[in-house]
């Protein structure tokens, strides 16, 4: 059963695959009718260009390519004009051959342009912890990349609407920082004007709870089916609850209340996410066989475990008391958003949330003891990403709290008592736009480094594919 307020959501994930367009222009004649030229910042960084017309299956083609130097740079662009105020879908095929880093090396950017060629503002205001009121410039829109077929082609594909100032786009296909032999191909391309999408209205809670009550599993979980009840009556779609719940104030060890997952409590909290139709995520503490792990769960509207995370970094005093560390940084697709989750300790790294977000995590649920609050703004700032924390630290003693952060890393809603929720309405689509960088999430693929030579193979193996 799904939920009246999950309904916008797959409203919008049907709307993104059948839409209907009022223009479209295929890249059917890319020497006339799109008028591409190649052009390079610097003529010594000059790689190789070539339109190439019908080339095989895809049709025509624009290709760059690198001699035996490494570094090359430049691009194939072309302005398409655009009604203010519209949706437009952007798509290309892509086909790397030789790249090391294509995330980085075969970026699209797309620029809003007045008539005469100029930048124009955004219509929104901008959003922000610092620098947020008026109207920032409309800097380079960067789509993402897509799923890749056996041939090695990339759909880069996403909706947007141009400013009211806007006349035209300029479209840039990007060759950077190219390996020497390294080949880069463009086909398929297309904008389309769409529909206003459907928008994902999501209302994310977090209770405030130290359960104090009792000594066994079962009388810490019972503790907070009242809470849950309230944020369900409030329309919350997803519900965090704190970390290690049957653990806090029990007396025992943590290898005392480890339960299996599914097990007791996974059970317990599941029939209570499936009679309020809501998603919980619970912090709890996982035996299997002989390990024992600190987790957070994902329980769905239907009553079933959606997935686990196991926490990766635990402070001295888990390590003491004989807790395993997870390996793995896994987001779960849901009806209302992709979701990840980080525990307590997590908060203090950045490489956790990061690869999260990486892994696509649209919100972070975080179950969390105590942490410094300026570094839960920051995961959700550094990474523009919803994250839902839920804390056992009073409001007053100005450390963790139980909050709903921004993806600037603002607080949207702090609960301030025991036994109250922290709650906001989220606009999962609704793009934030910062003074000078404009959508920085859709920039952290293209922009973050490369910290590990294992990220280069998988690029080369999972996205360059070609003869």
Not at 18 to 38: D, M, Q, R, T
Not at 48 to 77: F, P
Not at 137 to 149: C, I, K, L, M, S
Request: net charge negative.
């Amino acid at each position: 059963m799904v939920s009246g307020r999950m309904k916008p959501c797959l409203i919008y994930v049907f709307a993104s695959c059948f839409v209907v367009s009022s223009c479209c222009y295929p890249l059917s004649a890319i020497g006339e009718e799109w008028n591409w030229n190649f052009e390079s910042p610097r003529e010594e960084v000059r790689p190789h260009s070539a339109r190439l017309e019908n080339a095989d299956e895809q049709g025509d083609i624009l290709e760059i390519s690198a001699d035996e130097r490494s570094g090359l740079m430049g691009q194939w662009v072309t302005q398409r004009p655009v009604k203010p105020g519209h949706y437009y879908r952007f798509r290309v095929l892509r086909q790397g051959h030789g790249l090391s880093n294509v995330r980085r090396a075969a970026p699209v950017r797309l620029l809003w342009q007045d008539a005469s060629g100029e930048s124009v503002l955004r219509d929104e205001e901008a959003r922000g912890t610092y620098r947020p009121s008026g109207r920032p410039t409309a800097y380079p829109e960067f789509p993402a990349d897509g799923e890749t077929n056996q041939d090695g082609w990339t759909e880069i594909s996403e909706v947007y609407r141009a400013p009211s100032d806007a006349r035209q786009l300029r479209i840039e296909l990007c060759f950077r920082w190219g390996d020497p032999h390294s080949r880069l191909r463009w086909s398929g391309i297309e904008l389309q004007e769409v529909p206003k999408p459907t928008q994902r209205i999501v209302r994310l809670a977090a209770i405030h709870l130290q359960p104090q009550q009792g000594t066994t599993p079962r009388e810490k979980c019972e503790q907070f089916a009242p809470l849950i009840a309230e944020a369900a009556q409030r329309q919350a779609d997803l519900v965090v609850l704190p970390e290690t719940l049957t653990y806090y104030a029990s007396g025992r060890s943590y290898a005392e209340v480890a339960e299996p997952v599914p097990g007791p409590s996974t059970d317990y909290f599941a029939q209570l996410a499936q009679k309020h139709q809501l998603h919980l995520v619970v912090g709890l503490l996982e035996r299997d066989e002989h390990l024992v792990y600190n987790v957070a769960v994902l329980l769905g509207p239907n009553g079933e475990i959606v997935g686990k995370y196991r926490k990766t970094c635990l402070p001295r005093g888990e390590i003491e008391g004989g807790i395993t560390p997870g390996e793995s940084y896994p987001v779960y697709e849901t009806a209302i958003a992709k979701i990840g989750m980080m525990v307590c300790y997590d908060g203090f790294f950045p490489e956790v949330a990061r690869e999260l977000t990486k892994n696509g995590a649209e919100i972070i649920a975080f179950p969390v003891w105590g942490c410094n609050p300026v570094l839960s703004a920051a995961r959700a700032a550094e990474n523009h990403v919803f994250v839902v924390s839920s804390t056992y630290t009073d409001a007053s003693a100005d450390w963790m709290v139980t909050a709903i952060y921004d993806r600037d890393g603002s607080i949207l809603d702090q609960a301030r008592e025991w036994g109250s929720l922290a709650m906001a309405e989220v606009n999962l689509d609704e793009p934030m736009y910062w003074h000078s960088l404009g959508n920085f999430r859709a920039q952290i693929e293209r922009h973050r480094p490369v910290v590990s030579s294992s990220e280069s193979t998988k690029s080369s193996s999972s996205s360059n594919a070609g003869p």
